[in-house]
């Protein structure tokens, strides 16, 4: 705990002492604004500095955030004011450069007053502006610890700008209806909302019981009426929800006496319900109307649904000239390794003959049916590597999912380097996943899929298969790991480059679009436990209309994205670049963030792109992350700083999500994806920093670590992570596991002392921090290329504990034609590299 300081504490009392006359009082001579209301905050350090303690008028308490910039403290005023002054009052970590904003919704932000260079103690700031919500958003801190406020105080008058208006009418009359449970059927649900008030809903007597209406599109709520029979509650929560599921209370009410009562609440749903937890009477709970008044804020509900925007091309069989289509983004996409074009096709169910869908850069291919088999290819789905010269190593950023393919000649090819997912498909022949004449091939990854022939890797170097079906398996370079696939290879990683686990402990398929007859929807796969094999046609899991989610179209801003998440919205990101001039808060659990056509998030100014909250079952899959020109601290953070819940039953997942530093120009990040809650999933993810392209150097694209895995009990399968400046994977959480790891070291490191630290020259690859007991981890990989400096030796590949609860299966090291070595595989075991040979030095088990 920091301890506020003698000489703060005097500066701010100064401060406030030799305010100009001119200055309204502070809060000794006026209440402020703030003071008493509801407060909120992007972090809280612990318990007992909760937001809530920077607007208590307590200038002993406060509140403080986690120690990261892009931290934010908000204070709901209750209504409109007009806001003349805020004081800042700093505990000793303060912030250095920071914003106070103000705003009429607490989603789209106007800048009252920018503060850079700020020397902390109380800073009072005059301005000028109209709204309900204030807050401080930092940008900059001044010591190493997180931002600190004793109090936080808004002054101005009350009234200013349009005040919200409630509608009279009822929105929910002759809305369908449905409940817990009825008394018998002359009580139905819908009886509650027919306009009769001699018609009743009553339910079992029983607690809790419920009862929902569905609006039938997000509305803005203001205002809920409640007329009771005698059978009433007494203790009750009115809630909303965007999809009927996830639900947000709008109020609690406890000791209620019947009869007709209406409560003012202030949120977004389509769906409102009673949930009553303590009834009035010896009976059920009975109401006689219930009335759901909209308006309140007078801000509009963002819609869900909607087209798909001009980047996706939905085809069926009797699509006039569809192999033209496909040629046509083929013919721009080819090369296009670093450029903005993104696309993605949707096949509805049938079959399709003598089709060459060739896929290019940041193109998708996908079936719109249940399963693979309702959308039959015959013809090829296909990349190859023409277009460079035979090698495969750089064909990134493309996906196949959802399809069954009878390939023309017997093989499908499908010649991929990283990010660049196979999902579910399958493949009535045999699969190549070489270029045409053999070329080098750096891939890759298969879930999900079942191939009934055999599959060729060749010259792949390495490759990870998971819950699949091969008809056999040929061939391979360094390290083929499979995990729940049948028909794989046995393990023989002491001779060849096979590691075979027989189920995968934990999986759960990407989220994926399909239609429904003619509405589209989004299908959430089931976590499943000991997988093998596929996962369909079973198909367990959810449903969610597209009404549900906010289609995210180029142009849209961060400020629109929130709030639709706010209002309960999922997000499905068509193809195209966005710029985020904010973070991208997840914080509902459930929430689904799915990316079509490898849609790119951009972060500018240094924020971080996306903050995922310490929830339950957070779904982020088919989206590609890309570093700006200024530095953010983390591009993706999944759980907040010291995130402790148990998600072990609906974890987060996080599936073909994939980062870049460099290379469509200069990027800086110091973390690419920091993961602090407990149970996540990291399925498939290739986190890269830039050895080519533009903007790359070993400061011009700067990114210290590539994953950081704080949270316990996370399970990576398909981990590719790339050239980062220090530790490529940093794990300090307890009982992790990995299934696969490929790496290369940074090209780039100038000469041996630039990377040396603690008398080690060269950060593992992969390391596990000395404070962990328990981990484990099969069929690791990590390659060095020094083009800079051929004569650095470093020290491992892989750094861990030596104890019992370490686990390490099946690793190896390899220097890339001489340039740079390995003294060692894993810690001060394993025989070093030597000479241009390629060869790797491996371990089969350690300790």
């Known amino acids: 705990m920091r301890l506020r300081s003698l000489g703060v504490a005097l500066a701010a009392a100064a401060a406030l002492i030799a305010l100009p006359a ?36 307590d200038t002993g308490t406060r509140w403080s955030s986690a120690a990261t910039d892009d931290q934010w403290f908000q204070v709901d005023l209750g ?53 309900r919500y ?8 001044a010591t190493q610890w997180g931002y600190s406020l004793w109090e936080f105080q808004v002054f101005g008058t009350t009234g200013g700008g349009t005040q919200p208006t409630c509608g009279t009418a009822n929105a929910a009359q002759g809305r369908p209806a449905t409940a817990s449970s009825t008394e018998n059927a002359g009580t139905p649900a819908s009886a509650a909302f027919d306009g009769n008030t001699g018609t009743r809903w009553s339910s079992q007597a029983s607690d809790p019981q419920w009862l929902q209406v569905d609006l039938g599109a997000a509305k803005d709520l203001c205002k809920v009426d409640l007329t009771w029979e005698a059978a009433y509650g007494k203790d009750f929560q009115i809630q909303a929800s965007a999809d009927g599921q996830s639900w947000n209370t709008l109020k609690s009410v406890t000791g209620a006496t019947g009869g007709t009562a209406s409560y003012d609440v202030s949120g977004t749903g389509r769906y409102v319900r009673i949930l009553g937890t303590a009834r009035g009477t010896g009976y059920g709970y009975s109401l006689w109307e219930v009335a759901v008044h909209t308006g309140g804020t007078g801000t509009p509900p963002i819609e869900g649904g909607g087209d798909l925007g001009p980047n996706v091309i939905v085809v069926d069989p009797s699509t006039p000239n569809l192999q033209q289509k496909f040629d046509d983004v083929f013919k721009q996409q080819e090369s296009s390794q670093f450029g903005t074009g993104r696309y993605q096709f949707l096949l509805k169910p049938g079959t399709y003959n003598g089709i060459n869908a060739q896929i290019g850069f940041y193109t998708s291919i996908s079936g719109l049916g249940m399963n693979p088999d309702d959308t039959q290819i015959n013809g090829d789905v296909t990349v190859d590597a023409g277009w460079f010269n035979g090698n495969a190593t750089q064909n990134f950023w493309r996906s196949a999912e959802n399809l069954a393919i009878r390939p023309s000649n017997g093989d499908d090819r499908w010649a991929v380097a990283q990010a660049a997912p196979f999902r579910r498909i399958h493949v009535q022949g045999g699969l190549n996943l070489a270029p045409n004449g053999y070329g080098w091939a750096s891939g890759g990854y298969i879930a999900d899929s079942k191939i009934d022939g055999t599959v060729g890797p060749y010259s792949q170097q390495q490759w990870y298969t998971r819950d699949s079906s091969v008809g056999g398996w040929t061939n391979g370079v360094w390290n083929m790991t499979f995990s729940g696939v049948q028909g794989a290879p046995a393990t023989n990683f002491d001779s060849g480059p096979y590691t075979t686990l027989d189920t995968t402990p934990v999986s759960r398929e990407k989220p994926f679009l399909y239609l429904d007859g003619s509405t589209y929807k989004v299908f959430v796969p089931a976590k499943r436990t000991g997988a093998r094999g596929v996962s369909w046609p079973a198909n367990a899991g959810t449903s969610l209309p597209l009404d549900q989610f906010y289609v995210v179209k180029p142009g849209a801003t961060a400020t629109t994205i929130n709030a639709a998440l706010a209002q309960g919205l999922n997000l499905l990101f068509t193809p195209g670049v966005y710029h985020l001039d904010r973070t991208i808060d997840v914080t509902r659990a459930n929430t689904v963030v799915l990316g079509l056509g ?19 079952g957070v779904k982020l899959a088919g989206f590609l992350i890309d570093a700006g020109p200024v530095n953010s601290d983390t591009l993706l953070r999944i759980g907040d700083p010291g995130s402790g819940a148990d998600h072990s039953a609906n974890p987060t997942s996080m599936q073909d999500v994939f980062v870049r530093i460099g290379g469509a120009g200069p990027g800086l990040a110091t973390n690419s994806v920091v993961v602090n809650s407990n149970n996540v999933i990291i399925d498939h993810t290739w986190l890269w920093r830039a050895d080519h392209g533009s903007g790359v150097g070993w400061n011009t694209n700067r990114a210290d670590y590539g994953l950081r895995v704080n949270g316990n009990d996370v399970l990576a399968t398909g981990l590719f992570v790339e050239h980062f400046n ?39 690859a992969y390391k596990v921090a000395d404070t962990v007991g328990t981990h484990e981890a099969w069929g690791l990989g990590s390659y060095c290329n020094y083009t800079s400096d051929p004569s650095i030796v470093q020290a491992h590949g892989f750094q861990v504990p030596t104890t019992a609860g370490i686990k390490m299966h099946d690793l190896l090291v390899i220097s890339l034609g001489g340039k740079g070595q390995y003294a060692h595989v894993v810690n001060s075991t394993g025989a070093a590299t030597s000479g241009t040979d390629t060869v790797p030095s491996k371990v089969t088990s350690f300790p």
């Open 22 to 57: 001119t200055h309204p009082p502070a809060a000794a001579a006026e209440t402020p604004l703030s003071q008493g209301k509801s407060a909120t905050a992007s972090t809280e350090e612990n318990a007992g500095t909760a937001a809530a303690k920077g607007v208590d008028g």
């Open 79 to 131: 209504a409109t004011a007009s806001v003349t002054q805020v004081v800042l009052d700093w505990e000793t970590a303060y912030g250095k450069d920071y914003k106070v904003q103000i705003s009429e919704d607490g989603s789209a932000w106007t800048d009252l007053k920018s503060v850079t260079g700020s020397d902390g103690g109380a800073d009072t700031l005059d301005v000028s502006g109209q709204g």
């Open 134 to 141: 204030v807050r401080m958003l930092g940008v900059h801190r």
């Open 598 to 616: 490898l849609a790119t998030l951009i972060p500018d100014n240094g924020v971080d792109a996306m903050h995922v909250a310490d929830v339950d």
């Open 726 to 764: 220090k530790y490529d994977v940093y794990w300090s959480g307890e009982r992790g596991r990995t299934i696969f790891f490929q790496n290369e070291k940074a090209y780039d490191a100038p000469n041996a002392a630039a990377i040396t630290h603690d008398g080690i020259v060269g950060y593992a």
